[in-house]
Nanobody, 116 residues
Framework: QVQLVESGGGLVRPGESLRLSCVGS????????MRWYRQTPGKQRELVAT???????DYADSVNGRFTISGDSAENAVYLQMNSLKSEDAGVYYC??????????WGKGTLVTVSS
């Protein structure tokens, strides 16, 4: 059974940092395109960052230069380091592993709150 479990969310003040983790079981994350999405109430889920099979990365313009996605094959995990957080970064962050339409998996999310 495939599981993705996110953790690391919490309440921080603007300008602070958080590191989110996504640990996989049942699949090897390095064989997948790994993505972090975020969602806030009333808005569509937004793609934040992508790690292409452990190699290259891509970021939404809104987080480029502040967020870093990375992977650890030994831990079978993907991380999202979020620096200089802004109020608009708040939301539920979801981890996604995708190879194709049949091999597409989601975690249950972790909540990030940014407030002074």
């Amino acid at each position: 059974q495939v599981q993705l479990v996110e953790s690391g969310g919490g309440l921080v003040r603007p300008g602070e940092s958080l590191r989110l983790s996504c640990v996989g079981s049942g699949i090897i994350l390095g064989f997948y395109n790994m993505r972090w999405y975020r969602q806030t109430p009333g808005k569509q889920r937004e793609l934040v960052a992508t790690l292409y099979r452990g190699l290259s990365t891509d970021y939404a313009d809104s987080v480029n230069g502040r967020f870093t996605i990375s992977g650890d094959s030994a831990e079978n995990a993907v991380y999202l380091q979020m620096n200089s957080l802004k109020s608009e970064d708040a939301g539920v962050y979801y981890c996604n592993a995708n190879r194709d339409e049949r091999n597409d998996y989601w975690g249950k999310g972790t909540l990030v709150t940014v407030s002074s």
